[in-house]
């Protein structure tokens, strides 16, 4: 069938995808059959929809994932970290395309840093994964950080549904990888597992003892050239060093690879021991509970976080925030007795106006 261009878009008569003005919204259920069916352009408009701060795009939001929760669930959740430079997008490229000739599914959601000043945001990440990006069984997301607590976008876990509901098997989280964003990573996924460098030493890697400690795989990259000595006895320091903490949760001790993604050599090891991982915790339903307990975790996340986005809010909170904010600056109010006046005004206030400000 012919295509015509309208307004810069492109309408195609066989596929009604298309068939969509600029900025028109669908309905929730008219996203969940696109998701459902495949078809990435409506899965990318429904993850902007999530993404997006906007009420009416929330409100739609929140019944696009209610939809898609039934069929959510079924992958295996990934986080993959390490500082920048470690080749965390090369050892993505190398172990996806392993899996996919296994025969599975890839979403591959990257996070990137928005800038604190311009709040922009690379976004780059496909350039980065040349042969993934066009592969029909990947899916790649990069989202900007929008400002959240080390470089994890505020609505990953809601992307993770969506992928599901799609038809993603295997799900990859990857990290901006400045040492504070493994918390909520660990949160979200199945396996977490932390790429390094050999002979970078601690203080260039930013590695502590805590980020060790939430590793299931380390996995040291670019151990190609004259790296590989370096790299193997590399693995053997971190092994020692494992082997000096308490057994994680999940009953395994953490394993340590060499790998080159370059030369892809070490690949199929790590994509082996992935694979034992998930088998063994499901068997002992550590997968099973750890599942259990991150809906819970994030259930409390997502009452602090609306509880704060309503009292910034508040029309009544915004029209005395200023005035505290200079009362502190020149120490008149201390930055805790400010704190209490604001929150038994937006208390007040909802009280009187039974929370219809939001």
Same mark, same amino acid.
């Given at each position: 069938m012919p295509k015509k261009k309208k307004n810069n878009q492109v309408f195609d008569s066989v596929n009604p995808s298309y068939k969509q003005k600029r900025g028109q919204l669908r309905s929730a259920e008219e996203y969940v059959s696109g998701i459902r069916s495949g078809d990435r352009t409506i899965l990318s408009m429904a993850i902007t929809i999530i993404e997006s701060s906007k009420d009416t795009h929330q409100q739609l939001a929140r019944e696009i994932i209610r939809q898609c929760l039934p069929f959510s669930g079924n992958s295996v959740r990934i986080g993959i970290t390490g500082v920048p430079g470690v080749g965390k997008s090369s050892f993505i490229e190398a172990i996806g395309r392993q899996l996919i000739e296994d025969g599975r599914k890839l979403a591959v959601l990257t996070i990137d840093p928005s800038s604190t000043l311009s709040k922009g945001s690379i976004l780059g990440d496909k350039t980065r994964m040349p042969l993934l990006s066009t592969n029909e069984n990947a899916f790649i997301r990069p989202s900007p950080t929008s400002g959240s607590l080390g470089g994890v976008a505020r609505k990953t876990r809601e992307t993770i549904i969506l992928c599901e509901a799609a038809g993603f098997d295997t799900i990859f989280i990857e990290t901006v990888g400045v040492g504070q964003s493994e918390t909520s990573v660990k949160s979200m996924v199945d396996l977490f597992l932390l790429l390094m460098l050999a002979g970078a030493g601690d203080e260039l890697q930013g590695i502590k003892r805590g980020i060790m400690e939430m590793a299931d795989i380390l996995a040291i990259n670019k151990a190609d050239g004259e790296n590989i000595q370096s790299a193997k006895q590399a693995k053997l320091e971190y092994e020692n060093g494992l082997s000096l903490l308490p057994p994680a949760p999940s009953g395994r001790r953490a394993s340590v690879h060499i790998c080159s993604a370059l030369e /892809? #050599? /070490? &690949?199929?090891? !790590?994509?082996? @021991? &992935?694979?034992?991982? !998930?088998?063994?915790?499901? @068997? #002992?339903?550590?997968? *099973?509970?750890?599942?259990?307990?991150? =809906?819970?975790?994030?259930? *409390?996340?997502? %009452?602090?976080?609306?509880? $704060?986005?309503?009292? *910034?809010?508040?029309?009544? +909170?915004? $029209? %005395?925030?200023?005035?505290? @904010?200079? @009362? +502190? $600056? $020149?120490?008149? !109010? #201390?930055?805790?007795?400010?704190?209490?006046?604001?929150?038994?005004?937006?208390?007040?206030? #909802? =009280? !009187?106006? /039974?929370?219809? *400000?939001?």
């Open positions: /892809g #050599s /070490g &690949i199929s090891e !790590i994509r082996d @021991e &992935i694979n034992n991982f !998930i088998d063994e915790t499901k @068997e #002992s339903n550590y997968f *099973h509970t750890n599942r259990e307990n991150q =809906a819970v975790y994030w259930l *409390h996340q997502t %009452v602090e976080e609306q509880l $704060k986005q309503q009292f *910034h809010n508040n029309p009544a +909170v915004k $029209k %005395v925030f200023k005035l505290k @904010e200079k @009362e +502190v $600056k $020149k120490g008149l !109010i #201390s930055p805790f007795a400010a704190a209490q006046e604001l929150l038994k005004l937006a208390q007040q206030d #909802s =009280a !009187i106006n /039974g929370d219809t *400000h939001t």
